[in-house]
């Protein structure tokens, strides 16, 4: 098992390193600062914001495992799609930069999330009640 996370380490160090390699020496990147500030940025906005939001949330409002499991794709869902659900309508005179109704979609899946997330906790609730039921004390 020692050996199996020494190799996965190296094989990640590597990788980073290939990444920051291409990033310094690719030619369509301008502002390799930029790119690390946007980087760093992200990295606190998710251990700064993200995390301590959804710890805290699961821990107050989320007893169950479907409801927090739901929650966390939900932040996973709204982390990809607002970038867009922003920019929605700022095209910059090109109509298919952005040509999709970005907010409707991100919406619609956070609604059928919804749907799935409190019909499998009605199952699990529902299953656990028969377990109840039918263990002997």
């Given at each position: 098992m020692r050996t199996l996370r020494l190799l996965l380490g190296a094989a990640g160090l590597a990788l980073t390193g290939y990444g920051l390699y291409g990033l310094l020496t690719d030619a369509y990147v301008t502002d390799p600062l930029g790119v690390l500030r946007w980087a760093?940025?992200?990295?606190?906005?998710?251990?700064?914001?993200?995390?301590?939001?959804?710890?805290?949330?699961?821990?107050?409002?989320?007893?169950?495992?479907?409801?927090?499991?739901?929650?966390?794709?939900?932040?996973?869902?709204?982390?990809?799609?607002?970038?867009?659900?922003?920019?929605?309508?700022?095209?910059?005179?090109?109509?298919?930069?952005?040509?999709?109704?970005?907010?409707?979609?991100?919406?619609?899946?956070?609604?059928?999330l919804a749907v799935v997330t409190a019909a499998w906790a009605v199952l699990a609730a529902v299953r656990h009640r028969r377990r109840r039921r039918t263990d002997p004390v």
């Open positions: 760093v940025g992200g990295v606190l906005l998710h251990d700064g914001l993200w995390v301590p939001l959804l710890c805290l949330l699961g821990a107050t409002l989320a007893r169950t495992t479907p409801v927090r499991t739901g929650l966390v794709v939900a932040a996973a869902v709204t982390a990809v799609a607002l970038p867009a659900v922003l920019r929605a309508g700022d095209d910059g005179g090109n109509s298919s930069v952005l040509p999709l109704p970005y907010l409707r979609n991100w919406l619609l899946a956070l609604a059928a």
